[in-house]
């Protein structure tokens, strides 16, 4: 039934992985906001888990991402498949535009067209979360946060879902946006809060380091790390970023990342660190060999895992979200015709 533009749409299993022929010859729009409401930090890690071991059993090709410079902004896109559903996701966004676009992938027809404004940050979360459950030290208690900013919440809540955290250390330039954070995420992450005065404090007592900034010049150096650790960086995805010195990856046993392809291209400090002989492509693995494994019995002791943010993450977030406007009968907009 549908009244003023709006569709109400049947109930319908989420878990299904048939084509969505019933709505083939329409479009449904949906809002950032109506995002918010379909799905949370535990299911997006356990969406994104499923995805990796998929693309360990190589039912997902994808397209890494891609610039494409303008005048004054830049075009990002990327695009993934999935055979189990046998449907296109194609994530591109230009400044504050962010979307994906969902394609039958038997009929060509596209299903949906998400607002990523919400969804892209939650599901660079759940990937770490995803690391974090596979690379962290064994009973990891003290999670370190440096760049208390938009990502980091989630990067937060990720880990706390996937790790039994006792304490979280925090260290950001500015005063006010450490206590900020703070006062904000103990409303969401159930731990004991600490406010770092500097990153080597942070380093020193870390299990788990997360790194998620927007800095062209490294801010962690490594220099007070823990005999076992996993540092993860989540804002170094362009060549020209970086987050880690040379010296803090010349320590790690192991360097781990979310697609490869994605790391060659954008992960400026994997680029920097393998230009200068201290790392080798060869020898930096994906993250789906781990979920593939299992949880190891034993863990190297420093790992660096580099997220990159990649179109096979959209979809499994993406796909979700359809699935659940659908099942919960929301009022989504529609389009006939495009």
């Known amino acids: 039934m549908s009244a003023g533009g709006f569709l ?5 299993n989420p878990w299904a992985i048939e084509p969505l022929e019933d709505y083939k010859i329409m479009a449904l729009i949906i809002s950032e906001p109506q995002t918010r409401k379909l799905i949370d930090m535990p299911r997006a890690v356990s969406l994104l888990d499923k995805m990796f071991l998929d693309r360990a059993s190589g039912k997902i090709r994808g397209l ?6 303008g005048n004054e902004k830049q075009l990002n896109i990327m695009a993934a498949w999935h055979q189990g559903y046998d449907l296109f996701c194609l994530r591109a966004y230009v400044a504050q535009a962010n979307t994906v676009t969902l394609y039958n992938g038997k009929s060509g027809q596209i299903q949906a067209i998400i607002n990523m404004g919400y969804l ?3 599901r660079t979360g759940a990937a770490t979360g995803v690391a974090a459950k596979y690379l962290a030290p064994a009973n990891s208690k003290t999670l370190g946060v440096i760049g208390p ?4 919440t989630f990067q937060v809540e990720a880990v706390a879902h996937a790790c039994r955290i006792e304490r979280i250390m925090v260290f950001g330039r500015t005063p006010k946006r450490r206590k900020e954070f703070i006062k904000q995420m103990t409303k969401i992450v159930q731990a004991e809060w600490h406010e770092a005065s500097s990153v080597e404090e942070v380093e020193g007592a870390s299990d788990i380091l997360l790194v998620s900034t927007d800095s062209t010049t490294p801010v962690a150096d ?3 790390l823990k005999d076992q650790v996993l540092v993860a960086s989540i804002g170094a995805n362009a ?7 040379r ?4 320590q790690m046993d192991l360097i781990v990342t979310d697609d490869l392809a994605a790391a060659k291209a954008d992960s400026g400090d994997l680029i920097d660190a393998c230009q200068a002989g201290i ?8 993250l789906e060999q781990f979920a593939a494994a299992g949880a190891p019995q034993s863990r190297l002791k420093r790992i660096f895992f580099q997220s990159n943010g990649i179109a096979d993450e959209d979809l499994a977030v993406g796909r979700y979200v359809l699935e659940q406007a659908k099942k919960k009968k929301i009022k989504v907009r529609r389009v006939t015709e495009i």
Not at 64 to 69: A, C, D
Not at 239 to 245: G, N, P, Y
Not at 247 to 250: Q, S, T
């Open 8 to 12: 109400f749409l049947p109930e319908c």
């Open 64 to 69: 890494p991402r891609r610039r494409l410079k």
């Open 120 to 122: 892209s940050s939650l």
């Open 149 to 152: 900013g938009w990502q980091a």
């Open 222 to 224: 490594g220099q007070n």
């Open 239 to 245: 060549a020209v970023k970086h987050e880690v010195s």
């Open 247 to 250: 010296n803090l990856i010349r």
């Open 279 to 286: 790392a080798r492509w060869d020898d930096v693995a994906p």
